[in-house]
């Protein structure tokens, strides 16, 4: 996992990397300009726009899709979008020249604005190589606009691919995905965006893929990332500023996988796990990297919540080993997590296991950390094993298990029935 000193978008290459402390370019290559892919795919129209009005634009979509699917290319200028909607049909690809050469803004002076592409009740379709600015557009009594790029708001969509798309300056979510199967969002970026930059948000949402995105200035409310659903992959991505970092979880949340995903500036929580509306998650975190911020947990799983969540190979930083706790593992008797080659440091609690869950923590690196390593509480119980901890362990729980660590400062027992055994002194 690539440590980064910050991101840069080259306006050369239109592709955003991360530059390293030396100033040098050390990957996340966000895509090129535009999609060569669409020039070798088997399809039966192409069309390539001038400057058109939205109905025009749905009317040459509308007509690919019944020649049996093909693409429709914008060419290098700004669409402004009022009222309308540009609405993809079935087998139609519809590409720019670029993020920064294609650009469709809404056009806040015509009331609400609807939502500037829709991609809803269609099959096989794609969208590429373009921006879309939301213009901060809202009403005048202070309405939300729509959501930027909307996917199955009311109609499952399948087999959809979002590819090297740029969304700001929206007051909706930038790129809302709902009843769908199989829905890619792939080398995505956003900023300035008030609502969810992604949200994958229905119990209808199966498959849904995003590899590779780059969200700025955060989101104000609920995540800049928000995933609900079933069978989710959210991988390789950077998320920057804003409110909470990532929430998983307050509906039906299985078979989701998050990997070498890094948060840093959060406002709130980096990462929030929420009870997903009674439904055990099953969730897996790895190779990621989750900075925190003063008075905030860096990952908090808020009381009630069931299930299994796994953590592997994970960083939790704060910066100060004050309160708040770093890893704050609530839950419910009904939740079960692991830690397995992690590293937190910061807060007073590196770690702290409360309110019935059960947590299993393996071969980990724990502090340093302004009171304990681990902290067992509130019907809460731990199993530490092969971990390297600079602060004590405090149980003050029953059915804790401590085992092959190496400890400074050794630990404190308050419960019943632990099992304390061949743990080295670090001191």
């Given amino acids: 996992m690539t440590e980064y000193a910050e991101i840069r978008f080259d306006e050369q290459s239109e592709r955003f990397v991360v530059i390293d402390d030396q100033d040098q370019a050390v990957g996340f290559d966000m895509g090129a300009v535009h999609s060569e892919s669409l020039e070798t795919q088997s399809i039966n129209e192409r069309r390539t726009l001038g400057a058109v009005s939205v109905d025009e634009l749905n009317e040459a979509i509308q007509a690919v899709s019944e020649e049996g699917g093909g693409s429709v290319t914008f060419r290098e200028l700004t669409h402004e979008i009022d009222d309308h909607e540009i609405e993809l049909r079935d087998g139609v690809y519809l590409s720019g020249y670029g993020r920064s050469r294609t650009v469709i803004r809404v056009d806040d002076t015509a009331g609400l604005p609807q939502q500037p592409i829709v991609i809803d009740g269609v099959e096989d379709v794609r969208i590429s190589d373009l921006s879309v600015d939301g213009n901060r557009g809202r009403t005048d009594d202070g309405d939300w606009s729509e959501d930027m790029v909307d996917i199955g708001a009311d109609t499952v969509a399948k087999s959809v691919i979002v590819e090297r798309i740029h969304v700001s300056n929206c007051i909706g979510e930038a790129f809302d995905v709902d009843k769908c199967e199989g829905v890619t969002l792939r080398d995505v970026s956003a900023e300035n965006v008030r609502g969810n930059a992604i949200h994958i948000g229905d119990d209808q949402a199966t498959n849904v893929v995003v590899d590779g995105f780059f969200l700025e200035d955060g989101t104000e409310r609920n995540g800049a990332v928000r995933v609900e659903g079933r069978g989710h992959n959210i991988s390789n991505g950077v998320i920057t500023g804003g409110g909470i970092g990532m929430m998983l979880g307050n509906r039906e949340t299985v078979g989701v996988n998050v ?28 190779g990621c990297r989750f900075e925190g911020t003063p008075g905030e947990n860096v990952v908090t ?124 002194d670090r001191s």
Avoid: M, W
């Avoid at 990997?259 to 990462?271: C, F, G, H, K, T």
């Avoid at 419960?415 to 061949?422: L, Q």
């Fill in 259 to 286: 990997s070498n995903v890094q948060i840093r500036d959060p406002s709130e929580e980096a990462l929030k796990i929420r009870d997903a509306d009674g439904h055990p998650l099953e969730v897996t975190i790895s």
């Fill in 301 to 424: 799983i808020e009381n009630g919540t069931t299930g299994a969540i796994t953590f592997a190979t994970c960083q939790f930083v704060r910066e100060n080993n004050s309160a708040p706790t770093n890893v704050d593992l609530g839950g419910s008797n009904d939740l079960s997590i692991t830690l397995s080659g992690c590293h937190a440091r910061g807060g007073n609690h590196a770690v702290r296991v409360s309110d019935g869950t059960a947590a299993t923590i393996t071969g980990c690196t724990l502090g340093p950390s302004g009171e304990t390593a681990v902290f067992s509480r509130d019907r809460g119980s731990a199993s530490v094993t092969g971990c390297d901890c600079e602060e004590p362990i405090e149980l003050a729980t029953d059915r804790n298990v401590v085992v092959g660590n190496t400890l400074r400062g050794g630990y404190l027992d308050d419960g019943d029935g632990n099992v304390v055994a061949n743990n080295a």
